[in-house]
């Protein structure tokens, strides 16, 4: 668990109290690449953002972060699908059943659960 991990944060935001931007640091804090993404932000917490995830290349990305509804997340799902990260979390509010059922067939570990806690408590 020790390892850095380059992390995607989709709908990260550069407001200091969204719990997006607080993952942004706090993955920081703990030693991984913060990677936000987010088409109508230049940076979040002192990283540059990306439009989008197909700005990475496949299997690039370790953990994807959710921090958007399912109604948001529905049409990124084919470049989720393209990356092949390795893990999907999806944060409280981005639950999203049928999604989460597409990547699993796919292989993609998915986790409903808050970025924050996992990494306070080293479930990470």
């Known amino acids: ?3 850095v991990m380059d992390v995607a944060i989709l709908g990260a ?3 200091t109290e969204r719990y ?3 993952a942004s640091m706090l993955l920081q804090e703990y030693g991984h690449r913060a990677l936000p993404v987010n088409p109508y932000h230049h940076s979040v917490a002192g990283q540059a953002c990306v439009s989008s995830l197909g700005a990475f290349a496949a299997g690039s990305v370790d953990t994807v972060t ?3 509804r399912e109604a948001l997340l529905a049409p990124h799902l084919p470049e989720l699908l393209d990356l092949k990260p390795r893990r999907v979390i999806f944060n409280p509010g981005s639950e999203a059943p049928a999604l989460e059922k597409v990547l699993r067939e ?3 570990e998915c986790v409903d659960a808050c970025t924050l806690v996992m990494l306070r408590s080293g479930s990470f």
Do not use: L, N, Q
């Open 66 to 68: 959710v921090y958007m």
């Open 20 to 22: 997006s931007y607080k």
């Open 1 to 3: 668990k020790d390892h």
């Open 106 to 108: 796919t292989g993609i």
């Open 13 to 15: 935001s550069p407001k």
